[in-house]
């Protein structure tokens, strides 16, 4: 419950503030009631799923929907999804960074016009590049590849990326680099003794912010891929749905699997997640 505090004549008066309260009560449950509906009817037979009560926990519980999932190429969505993932997310940030870096310390106009035109991809969104995006990656006949997915994730990761980063460096005393300086290191010593390790928080975030946007891409994998053996986790799951229409609990245990690396990842970084948003946004 929400309280405020007031101290008055020595003493300390607590005024709960019961709207709040309870709003924070009514989110939260907006927010873990439909978790727990999906994990508790993952563990039930597709017999009893529509004869039991649906936020009841089921009174036999089985692991059946999780083999049939894992049974159905389940194990080859997820490598082509981590394949994707890394393959896609870590060029973007090394890019993003050497970019940012560039921005930060240059002073040539054409640094300037760069760093304008970069922020410009954070208001074109996905939606509407599509269909060039499809003619370019037909093109270059890369379509119905993991490369088709690789090369576009890289792109729209580097402007939000590169916004993040440059808000980090700007932090770092300029002093520190005129040192290395006069110690005679070169402009690329400088980027990865100096810069790289002073902005490894950010760098952190913005590998795990990026990773789940790769991760939890759907339109993209849709567009430029049909091969069954191509599908990435959150298709599979699209699939699934088509493909055990009635087996519900079926479903809902293919999107648990697919949520675990998801929460795992979101358990390590979750303060520098927050953290460095903040600060890249805040300045």
Not at 32 to 40: N, Q
Not at 248 to 267: D, H, K, R, S, W
């Amino acid at each position: 419950m929400t309280t405020i505090t007031s101290r008055g004549r020595g003493r300390g008066r607590h005024h709960v503030n019961l709207p709040a309260g309870i709003a924070g009560w009514v989110w939260l449950a907006v927010i873990v009631l439909p978790l727990y509906w999906i994990l508790i009817t993952s563990f039930k037979p597709q017999a009893s799923y529509f004869t039991s009560n649906p936020l009841i926990p089921p009174t036999q519980p089985t692991f059946d929907n999780y083999r049939l999932v894992i049974e159905n190429d389940f194990d080859r969505y997820f490598v082509n999804s981590v394949i994707v993932t890394v393959c896609a997310v870590i060029p973007a940030v090394l890019l993003s960074f050497m970019a940012a870096f560039a921005i930060v310390r240059g002073n040539s106009r054409f640094l300037r016009f760069s760093s304008r035109f970069l922020l410009l991809g954070l208001a074109i969104p996905l939606q509407a590049t599509i269909i060039p995006l499809y003619l370019i990656i037909i093109r270059l006949h890369l379509y119905d590849t993991l490369l088709a997915l690789i090369l576009p994730s890289i792109a729209f990761s580097i402007p939000l990326s590169v916004l993040v980063l440059a808000n980090f460096l700007r932090d770092v005393p300029n002093e520190l680099f005129e040192s290395m300086r006069l110690d005679g290191t070169s402009e690329w010593g400088t980027v990865w003794r100096l810069a790289f390790p002073l902005t490894r928080p950010a760098i952190a975030t913005v590998l795990i912010y990026q990773g789940l946007v790769v991760w939890n891409g759907f339109l993209l994998p849709l567009v430029l891929t049909q091969s069954p053996n191509l599908r990435l986790l959150p298709l599979a799951i699209w699939s699934f749905q088509g493909q055990y229409s009635v087996n519900i609990p079926a479903v809902l245990a293919a999107v648990c699997l697919t949520t675990l690396p998801i929460l795992v990842l979101y358990v390590i970084g979750r303060r520098q997640l927050v953290s460095g948003l903040s600060a890249g946004f805040g300045k």
